[in-house]
């Protein structure tokens, strides 16, 4: 298996893009030496994707996509999906692994997206917010919370904590009462499912929470 621990990460955007590229890189195109990833998207995504298929051009993002299997997933209940990730590698993987994927693949960053991205009918976030602390994780939830046009719907998939309760290590569960920036952006809680998921060291809180923005 290969060792991530002693490559050199940090808090700010630069050093978190290094990092991951870093990761991308080592794997060497190996998709089972990236934590992040798997095969599928997350049951609850796919049971949620199944129960409310794209209607006629409807459009999804995926939010910092990694190896594409969310995006993919999105693409296959008819949205017409969008998918981007901060990292080059990232990208080009997830073009490779679905050479025949109908997903649009981008390198952005989710501070500076290109204005044609637009805003979308459903905005798919998994494990992007526990990535990033302190001065990058407020304007993520902004971020994250503007794509969503009127009327459309955010998916996030996050592992959490309790509020107040200490971590220091990398990722950074996200505490529950930091989802509240959402509703300060605009947004409104249709739903929260709380569970537990397996993780590399054991099994790990989850949060499934779905918004909508109001038209």
């Known amino acids: 298996m290969v060792r991530f621990e002693d490559i050199e990460d940090g808090y700010s955007l630069e050093e978190r893009t290094a990092f991951f590229e870093a990761v991308y890189q080592r794997a060497a195109g190996n998709q089972a030496e990236i934590p992040w990833t798997s095969e599928d998207a997350k049951p609850e995504v796919l049971e949620w994707l199944a129960a409310n298929p794209a209607t006629t051009g409807a459009r ?9 299997e969310n995006a993919e997933a999105l693409a296959k209940a008819g949205y017409q999906t969008l998918a981007f990730d901060v990292s080059k590698d990232a990208i080009e993987w997830a073009q490779k692994r679905y050479p025949d994927s109908k997903v649009e693949y981008h390198v952005a960053d989710m501070f500076d997206l ?3 991205f637009g805003r979308f009918d459903l905005v798919h976030e998994c494990y992007t917010l526990q990535s990033l602390l302190d001065a990058l994780r407020e304007p993520a939830f902004a971020a994250i919370a503007d794509l969503v046009k009127p ?13 107040g309760s200490a971590w220091e290590t990398v990722p950074w569960p996200v505490m529950l009462g930091e989802f509240k920036a959402f509703e300060a952006a605009g947004l409104s809680m249709v739903s929260e499912v709380h569970f537990d998921a397996p993780g590399r060291s054991g099994m790990i809180p989850h949060a499934f929470l779905i918004y909508r923005r109001e038209v």
Do not use: K, S
């Not at 009327?151 to 509020?163: E, K, N, S």
């Open 60 to 68: 999804a993002v995926d939010v910092a996509c990694g190896l594409g």
């Open 114 to 116: 290109p204005a044609d």
């Open 151 to 163: 009327g459309g719907t955010l998916l996030v998939y996050a592992r959490v904590r309790p509020d």
